[in-house]
Nanobody, 115 residues
């Protein structure tokens, strides 16, 4: 079993920042990549960012330099630093961890950007 727990969401004003965390534990074999996704009300889940085992990162086009994904292998944790938040960033944010043919997801953390 693999468990992922997100935290760090909340209500923030436009232009503000949040740092999301994803703590993972359980029977985890080698990690090739991990990622963040988000789902806004009435929309499909959307890819946000991925970090590979070697540290290389990729982001969705809408990020445009505002978000930074990182990972702390020693703490079994992954982070998403989000700056310059916009109302359209409002969504539930999920971390995921592929393990072979299985993709594990956390329960999500709500991010609301509003004045």
């Amino acid at each position: 079993q693999v468990q992922l727990v997100e935290s760090g969401g909340g209500l923030v004003q436009p232009g503000g920042s949040l740092r999301l965390s994803c703590a993972f534990s359980g029977s985890i074999s080698s990690i090739n990549a991990m990622g963040w996704y988000r789902q806004a009300p009435g929309k499909q889940r959307e890819w946000v960012a991925t970090i590979a085992a070697g540290g290389s990162t990729n982001y969705g086009d809408f990020v445009k330099g505002r978000f930074t994904i990182s990972r702390d292998s020693g703490k079994n944790a992954m982070y998403l630093q989000m700056n310059g938040l916009k109302p359209e960033d409002t969504a539930v944010y999920y971390c995921n961890l592929p393990q072979g043919s299985v993709i594990y997801w956390g329960q999500g953390t709500q991010v609301t950007v509003s004045s």
